[in-house]
């Protein structure tokens, strides 16, 4: 009976110290280096950026360009986005934003011209002018 007793004493302090050592591995272990191992995370993605459906809202969009110090323009149908520097028109935003290719389109102009990345890089093109940013 002293042998059960002192095996059973002996398992349980070896998953009591196999428990503290799986919790500080996992203390230790960064998520996100999880999560870019895997190749599910990019490191260089920026937090800030548009994300594509969720974004597709004209106040977001709107603010979104505001806040980058592009110049919004009401219109009749559309919020046009220009360049302060050349006046250029960057986008227009419609006051009706759809979650389809042209909210997928302006997204990534405004990223591209905010962020000097785009969202998606093949979608990423001006239009207005017939060039890439």
């Given at each position: ?10 398992v349980v302090c070896m998953a009591v ?32 950026k548009l994300k594509y459906p969720s ?24 919020l046009k986005v220009r360049d302060p ?49």
């Open positions: 009976m002293n042998k059960l007793t002192i095996l059973i004493a002996v110290c196999n428990a503290r050592v799986l919790q500080e591995k996992k203390d230790l272990y960064d998520l996100h280096k999880g999560l870019v191992e895997n190749g599910q995370y990019d490191l260089y993605e920026d937090i800030s974004d597709c809202q004209r106040q977001k969009l709107r603010t979104y360009a505001e806040n980058c110090g592009l110049i919004i323009e009401n219109g009749r149908n559309h520097e050349t006046g250029a028109i960057i986008t227009d935003i419609p006051h009706k934003v759809k979650g389809n290719g042209t909210c997928r389109d302006i997204i990534n102009i405004l990223n591209g011209r905010c962020q000097n990345r785009y969202y998606d890089s093949y979608a990423a093109y001006d239009s207005y002018n017939g060039k890439e940013y």
